[in-house]
Nanobody, 123 residues
């Protein structure tokens, strides 16, 4: 019912920057929280940052001071600006959105994930 499409990943040198985008589409009534997660090879998926519809943000320690999450509610889009990238930031980055869908007379909660976008930090 709700699809998320990420873009903006790629190869960047250490110290460089990337901006990830994630657009939600489908039968959306409202989106509460949106967030970014990442999964490095051989590791579990971990939280990077989240943002509420009101703009309140939460970052894990490794993202503080380097990453900035933002969203455009009118476009149902969330962004992740990543600066001062390190090789250890190499991972597949996933977008997540939680909210309420609508289908005819019915509404219900959704918790959707994007397909992931690869970020590689290497010289």
């Amino acid at each position: 019912q709700v699809q998320l499409v990420e873009s903006g990943g790629g190869l960047v040198q250490p110290g460089g920057s990337l901006r990830l985008s994630c657009a939600a589409s489908g039968s959306i009534l409202s989106i509460n929280a949106m967030g970014w997660y990442r999964q490095a090879p051989g590791k579990e998926r971990e939280l990077v940052a989240t943002i509420t519809s009101g703009g309140s943000t939460n970052y894990v320690d490794f993202a503080k001071g380097r990453f900035t999450i933002s969203r455009d509610n009118a476009k149902n889009t969330v962004y992740l600006q990543m600066n001062s990238l390190k090789p250890e930031d190499t991972a597949v980055y996933y977008c997540n959105a939680k909210g309420t869908y609508i289908r005819g007379y019915y509404t219900g909660p959704f918790d959707s994930w994007g397909q992931g976008t690869q970020v590689t930090v290497s010289s």
